[in-house]
């Protein structure tokens, strides 16, 4: 008999604790998804096109800590087979996680790109 009380008086803290992890959880990763790591930055805008092999053009969304919305900007990729590997086409809403290249702050590259939507 005296196992049921023992068994309910831990099961209250304990739900407590699995929830507070998962909310703990849920806003780190909101929090990674806008800033991946340091160094890095989390672009969402539309793909417009290429500029050349190494180069992709995209109307782009605020990017919290670092610019303002653009209409078109250029980012940079450090080789064409990724860029390749991506399969854009003008129009798609894409994700894309970039860092500033060493020594040129207005150079952005592109080191991951997601197709989202």
């Known amino acids: ?3 049921a009380p023992r068994t309910t008086r831990w099961a209250a803290p304990l739900l407590f604790g699995v929830l507070l992890a998962g909310f ?5 990763g909101s929090y990674r ?4 790591a340091k ?3 989390r672009v969402t ?3 417009q096109g290429r500029a050349g092999d190494t180069v992709i053009l995209v109307r782009h969304d605020a ?3 670092l610019m303002d919305e653009m209409t078109s900007m250029a980012f940079f990729s450090d080789s064409r087979d990724f860029l390749d590997a991506a399969d854009l086409h003008p129009g798609d809403r894409i994700r894309l996680t970039v860092r ?6 207005d150079k952005l590259v592109v080191v991951d790109i997601v197709k989202i939507r």
């Open 39 to 41: 160094g890095l930055h």
């Open 45 to 47: 805008g539309v793909f």
């Open 24 to 28: 703990a959880a849920g806003i780190w």
């Open 1 to 3: 008999m005296s196992a």
């Open 63 to 65: 990017v919290t800590g």
């Open 33 to 36: 998804q806008i800033f991946p």
């Open 100 to 105: 500033e290249a060493p020594g040129e702050r």
